[in-house]
C-alpha cells in the first residue's frame, strides 16, 4: 500500500532532510586518507544527535551503524570498522535521518583524495542518472518512467545498473511501498501521485550487474570486484513537481577533491 503524505507532513521530512544535508556536508569534509570508516559513523551520529534527530539506520533490522559506508567495490550496506580509506578510494556513504516521526534518505559517493579518471566517470554517470530520474517524479508519470531515465542514462555511458536492489517509499516508515527498480519500460509501474515520497537511489558498477552478499550479511560488493557507486535523493511529488527534500547538490561544489575540512 502506497502512503501519500499532506505538504504539512512533507515540511517535516524536508526538516528531516536539512539535516540529512549537513550531515553529509559535515563528513564530505571529513573523507581523507587515513580515516576509518568507524571515524565518519562517529562523527556523523553525535551530529544527527546534537540536531535533536536520530539516525534511522542505528538498530534497524539490527544494523550496528549509523551511517552506511560502501568503499570501492562495496555497493551499499557497509558496516563502519576499522577500514582506512586510502588515495584513490571512491566511497558510498548512505545516511538516514529520523526527525519528529519523519525519516528522509539519501547517499552520495566521495572520491578519496585524487581518483582515476574513469572511476569519476563512474561517479559523474551515477550521479547524473538521479538528476535524470528528478523530472520524471512528478503526477501522472508512471514510476517505470522514472526507472527508465536512470537505466538509459546508466547503459548509454557503458556502465551497469544493478538490478537486484532497489529505491523505496519513504515516510514514518524507512521502507513504504512501492519499490523502484532502477532499470525497466517507461510507461509501467503505479502512477505517480500528488504526496508520493520517494527514495530514488542508482547502484552502479562499472563491471556487470550481478552483485554478491558479504559474510556478515550487510555488505553488498559487485560480483565481478569492479567499482560501485550510490547516489540518492529523497523526492517528494508536489502539485509544483518534484521537489528534492535531500537537497545535498545545493550545497556546494560536487564531487570536489575530499580532505579539505
Same mark, same amino acid.
Given at each position: 500500500?502506497?502512503?501519500? !503524505?499532506?505538504?504539512?507532513?512533507? %515540511?517535516?521530512?524536508?526538516? =528531516?532532510?536539512?539535516?540529512? @544535508? &549537513?550531515?553529509? +556536508?559535515? *563528513?564530505?569534509?571529513?573523507?581523507?586518507?587515513?580515516?576509518?570508516?568507524?571515524?565518519?559513523?562517529?562523527?556523523?551520529?553525535?551530529?544527527?544527535?546534537?540536531?535533536?534527530?536520530?539516525?534511522?539506520?542505528?538498530?534497524?533490522?539490527?544494523?550496528?551503524?549509523?551511517?552506511?559506508?560502501?568503499?570501492?567495490?562495496?555497493?551499499?550496506?557497509?558496516?563502519?570498522?576499522?577500514?582506512?580509506?586510502?588515495?584513490?578510494?571512491?566511497?558510498?556513504?548512505?545516511?538516514?535521518?529520523?526527525?519528529?516521526?519523519?525519516?528522509?534518505?539519501?547517499?552520495?559517493?566521495?572520491?578519496?583524495?585524487?581518483?582515476?579518471?574513469?572511476?569519476? !566517470?563512474?561517479?559523474?554517470?551515477? %550521479?547524473?542518472?538521479?538528476? =535524470?530520474?528528478?523530472?520524471? @517524479? &512528478?503526477?501522472? +508519470?508512471? *514510476?517505470?518512467?522514472?526507472?527508465?531515465?536512470?537505466?538509459?542514462?546508466?547503459?548509454?555511458?557503458?556502465?551497469?545498473?544493478?538490478?537486484?536492489?532497489?529505491?523505496?517509499?519513504?515516510?514514518?516508515?524507512?521502507?513504504?511501498?512501492?519499490?523502484?527498480?532502477?532499470?525497466?519500460?517507461?510507461?509501467?509501474?503505479?502512477?505517480?501521485?500528488?504526496?508520493?515520497?520517494?527514495?530514488?537511489?542508482?547502484?552502479?558498477?562499472?563491471?556487470?550487474?550481478?552483485?554478491?552478499?558479504?559474510?556478515?550479511?550487510?555488505?553488498?560488493?559487485?560480483?565481478?570486484?569492479?567499482?560501485?557507486?550510490?547516489?540518492?535523493?529523497?523526492?517528494?511529488?508536489?502539485?509544483?513537481?518534484?521537489?528534492?527534500?535531500?537537497?545535498?547538490?545545493?550545497?556546494?561544489?560536487?564531487?570536489?577533491?575530499?580532505?579539505?575540512?
Amino acid at each position: 500500500m502506497i502512503v501519500k !503524505k499532506t505538504p504539512e507532513q512533507i %515540511e517535516k521530512m524536508a526538516t =528531516a532532510g536539512e539535516i540529512l @544535508v &549537513r550531515t553529509l +556536508n559535515l *563528513l564530505q569534509a571529513k573523507v581523507r586518507p587515513g580515516v576509518t570508516t568507524l571515524e565518519l559513523d562517529d562523527a556523523a551520529e553525535k551530529f544527527i544527535r546534537s540536531q535533536g534527530a536520530t539516525p534511522a539506520f542505528k538498530g534497524y533490522r539490527g544494523f550496528p551503524g549509523s551511517i552506511c559506508a560502501s568503499p570501492n567495490s562495496m555497493v551499499v550496506h557497509g558496516i563502519p570498522g576499522p577500514y582506512k580509506l586510502e588515495r584513490g578510494d571512491v566511497i558510498s556513504i548512505d545516511v538516514g535521518v529520523v526527525y519528529d516521526g519523519w525519516v528522509a534518505d539519501a547517499a552520495r559517493t566521495f572520491p578519496v583524495g585524487p581518483i582515476s579518471a574513469d572511476a569519476q !566517470k563512474l561517479l559523474d554517470v551515477t %550521479e547524473g542518472s538521479l538528476f =535524470a530520474a528528478v523530472p520524471q @517524479v &512528478r503526477a501522472g +508519470n508512471r *514510476l517505470g518512467d522514472v526507472s527508465h531515465a536512470i537505466q538509459t542514462h546508466v547503459e548509454d555511458q557503458g556502465f551497469s545498473i544493478v538490478r537486484s536492489l532497489v529505491g523505496h517509499g519513504i515516510g514514518q516508515q524507512m521502507h513504504e511501498d512501492p519499490q523502484i527498480p532502477n532499470y525497466g519500460p517507461a510507461g509501467r509501474g503505479p502512477l505517480l501521485e500528488e504526496g508520493m515520497v520517494l527514495a530514488i537511489e542508482p547502484m552502479v558498477t562499472a563491471g556487470r550487474h550481478q552483485v554478491r552478499m558479504a559474510d556478515d550479511h550487510w555488505a553488498i560488493f559487485s560480483q565481478d570486484g569492479s567499482l560501485a557507486a550510490h547516489f540518492e535523493f529523497t523526492v517528494a511529488v508536489t502539485a509544483d513537481g518534484p521537489r528534492v527534500l535531500t537537497p545535498w547538490h545545493e550545497s556546494g561544489e560536487q564531487n570536489a577533491v575530499a580532505g579539505v575540512g
